[in-house]
């Protein structure tokens, strides 16, 4: 309760100034979640607000977001990405090495250059993944996924969907070792 209140007085404060100050991944009290009830909600765009959806998903992490991308252009998600670096949080990213070398709106260079490490997948035709996974290995993970690219037509050219499912650990598990293989196999994206 005590670290609630000097956290909305810090943003309080932070706001009057000016200035904008991320807490730290440990302000947010991550290690004392209870079990999350399972839940799980759908968004379609461009009817839904997909993407206001996974930014939402992205400011409540506190420990670890692995990402698996297709194509990476979505300036506010990428915000979002670095907004959690910024708070401590241990964000990876996987997406596809033929999408970021045919697109010079890949926001990937970005990520990396604010030391987020980024991999590239060459392995198959399509690295067709579009996966969040947050607190992978906890009891209260969330796993982000469906046809919903990260990118400004998903939301608002597309006909797509966002799946958004809390609370279920083992589900979650198998998400996050299908990333650490398709990590393994991946090369890492390298600064020019």
């Known amino acids: 309760m005590i670290r609630r209140a000097l956290s909305c007085c810090l943003a309080v404060v932070t706001l009057l100034a000016g200035t904008a100050t991320v807490l730290p991944a440990s302000a947010r ?5 209870p079990p999350a009830t399972p839940a799980t909600d759908v968004y379609f765009s461009p009817w839904d607000d997909a993407q206001q959806q996974l930014l939402k ?7 670890q977001v692995l990402v698996q991308a297709f194509l ?6 990428a915000g979002g990405l670095l907004a959690a670096h910024r708070r401590g949080v241990n964000v990876q990213v996987l997406a596809d090495a033929r999408q970021h070398a045919e697109h010079p709106a890949s926001l990937l260079p970005r990520l990396r250059d604010a030391g987020i490490p980024v991999w590239l997948e060459s392995r198959y035709r399509n690295a067709h993944n ?27 050219l597309n ?3 966002l799946l958004i499912i809390r609370g279920q ?14 990590r393994a196999e991946a090369a890492s994206l390298m600064a020019p």
């Open 169 to 182: 650990p083992s589900l979650a598990e198998r998400y996050a070792r299908n990333w650490e293989r398709h």
């Open 72 to 77: 990476l252009t979505s300036r506010e998600i």
């Open 130 to 156: 579009k996966v969040v996974i947050i607190y992978a290995y906890s009891a209260v993970p969330v796993i982000v996924t469906g046809s919903y690219n990260f990118t400004w037509g998903a939301q608002h």
């Open 159 to 161: 006909a797509e969907n």
């Open 57 to 63: 998903v992205l400011d409540e992490a506190c420990s």
């Open 29 to 33: 009290d991550c290690a004392h979640q």
